[in-house]
Each structure stands twice: as structure tokens, then as C-alpha cells.
């Protein structure tokens, strides 16, 4: 039986081909060993790398923590929102308050999470819903598969547009799922084969206070989980 990282290598040659290779980006697991102890799972689908060059892979960002570098709120959000997650619902106050180490010590639990876009091409710091939209409908078969090899317990899609994506994409593949909303009114997909909680939910970007984000997120996931 192959393993998970040999199923995704054949899933991003696949895509590199049906792209013709222009400007690729690789993401997935960074420790399959991690990826596969027990605990919640998250996948999280942003739209598209933020980079004007490519042949880079998206673990090795991880790996050598290059998100620390980066000078907009898109990391610092999305390292509340897992940690939160995968450490027992805390309150925004506490982690606040434990962010420096949480940052410095983030490889710690990002073997459960996997950092993936839509659009495998690189792009820019502001995204173009258009070309996201025809990268969907050349490949959308393939956001799918990758899902299915990873099997996270939450996709958390950042930003309306991805969630859309992915709803369209299995109802294109005949996929059964079920749509549904936690008592907050986060609306979510519930892949029935799967078992898989696919989530709208805003893009790290977007102008909402992030104790808010933060908040309204946890509350929402714990009830889902």
C-alpha cells in the first residue's frame, strides 16, 4: 500500500501535467509519521501562494518556518486558529498571551495541519476570484483527491470563494454530502463518505478583529467537533 506522501507526489504530477507545468507550487504534509498519530486533523485551503517565483514547495516554507517572516496578519491568525484548535479550545486571552512561544515552537503541532491552496500557481498578495474560478474548472477533480488522500478531520476554507469551490467540485463529481450549520450559523459541508467537515469561514486577511476571528472560530469548531 503506498504511503500518503507517495500518493500526493502522484497527485502533483498529475496536476503539474494537466497544468503544462506553469509556475507549480507543491503543498502537503510535512511529517506523514505526525499526520497520521492520533488527534484532529486540519487541512487548511487558502486561495494561492503568495510568491512571483515557483518551484518551491510549500513544506519546506514550513519547515524552515519562513511564515515567521512574513509582515501581514495572514500567519499570525492562522497559527491562533490551529493551535486553538489542536490544544483544547483556549480562550484568545490565553493565547495572547502565550503567542511568542506558540510562533517559536509552531513545528511542534504542524504535523497535524496541512497548509494547502486552490490554485497551485503562484500569484500574488491579492488573489483574482476570475483565475481562481478557471483553475477550479480545469482541475477540480484533483482539490478533491487531495482531500480524499489526507482525510483531515476540518478543511477550513479561507475566504467564501474556496468553500464555493470545493461545494461546486463535488457536485460536479457526484459526491454525497450534507449541508449544515452549527448553532453560530458556520456553515459547513459534511462529506458523508469521508466523514470530513469541510468549513466556510473568512480568509486571515479579512477586516475582523482577530480576537473576533479567533473567537467566533473556536466556539464554532468545538461544537462541530
Known sequence: MKTITEQLDELHSEWKNRLMGQNYIE?????EQAWRAPGLKI????KEPNSTDWGWE?????????????????WPNLLRWTYGILHGFPSYKEVEEQFHCIKQNSLDFFGSVCFANLKKIAGTSSANDHELIQFSDISHPLILKQISILEPNIVLCCGSIVFDLVKK????????????HTSGGLERLWWNHKRINIVR??????????EISYTYLINEIKEIV
Do not use: C, W
Not at 503543498?27 to 511529517?31: S, Y
Not at 510549500?58 to 495572514?74: A, I, N, P, V
Open 27 to 31: 503543498d502537503g504534509i510535512i511529517n
Open 43 to 46: 487541512m487548511v485551503l487558502l
Open 58 to 74: 510549500y513544506q519546506d516554507f514550513l519547515l524552515r518556518r519562513g511564515y515567521l517572516e512574513e509582515k501581514s496578519s495572514t
Open 201 to 210: 469561514y473568512f480568509h486571515p486577511l479579512a477586516y475582523i478583529p482577530k
Open 169 to 180: 467540485s463535488l457536485e460536479k463529481e457526484q459526491i454525497q454530502f450534507e449541508r449544515k
